[in-house]
């Protein structure tokens, strides 16, 4: 179990043993149902969560349907950042997708962490800078990308997405119609077999 855990922290930081203890003790266990919310909208983020077992959906809402902003996997950290920082109501939803354990860690463990070492604070940078980045990215993909192309990066680097997430989801986080994606999928399929 805290493979996971402490495979996804050493990833950006190589803390020491004792510095795993005291992260350990901060983090709580939560098991959400499928369809399930960890998040809704107006809800104030309390806390970041890492997935040890399942997944996790970040999406906004609109007048044509959910959007889709982001996924979280075994290993991998999700909350709504933004409303965590300012202790504001999230305008967004955060959904599991399957039968889901995770680990919180709440706004208050994670500045007592801060004040623990720089270690922690290089861990809290580097997770802002990530999700900044990310964000940055989408949003260019979205503007200056054909959606054949932000599919095609999105198998590339996310290929088991793929294999765990249906269809209509998928296309939701491309920013297209699942209709759009049957036809950019059978256009990829028929360019591999020739």
């Not at 999230?90 to 706004?107: G, K, M, R, V, Y």
């Not at 604070?121 to 990530?130: N, P, T």
Request: proline share 3%; hydrophobic share 40%.
């Amino acid at each position: 179990m805290y493979e996971i855990i402490t495979k996804s922290l050493r990833r950006l930081v190589d803390f020491t043993d004792e510095e795993l203890f005291l992260f350990m003790q901060r983090l709580k266990p939560m098991s959400i149902k499928k369809y399930a919310f960890y998040l809704k909208e107006g809800q104030v983020c309390k806390s970041m969560a890492l997935v040890y077992k399942g997944g996790l959906r970040y999406f906004s809402r609109g007048e044509k349907g959910d959007y889709t902003i982001g996924f979280a996997f075994e290993g991998e950290w999700l909350g709504d950042y933004e409303s965590l920082l300012l202790q504001a109501p999230s305008p967004d939803w955060i959904e599991a997708l399957e039968d889901s354990e995770i680990f919180t860690l709440s706004h208050t463990d994670m500045q007592a962490l801060y004040g623990h070492s720089q270690r922690f604070e290089k861990f809290g940078r580097l997770i802002a800078e990530k999700l900044f980045i990310d964000t940055v990215k989408s949003k260019r993909n979205l503007m200056l990308q054909s959606a054949e192309e932000r599919y095609l990066e999105l198998l590339t680097n996310q290929p088991h997405i793929f294999e765990r997430l249906p269809q209509h989801l998928i296309a939701s986080y491309l920013g297209i119609q699942p209709q759009s994606l049957s036809r950019i999928r059978a256009k990829v399929s028929n360019i591999k077999l020739t």
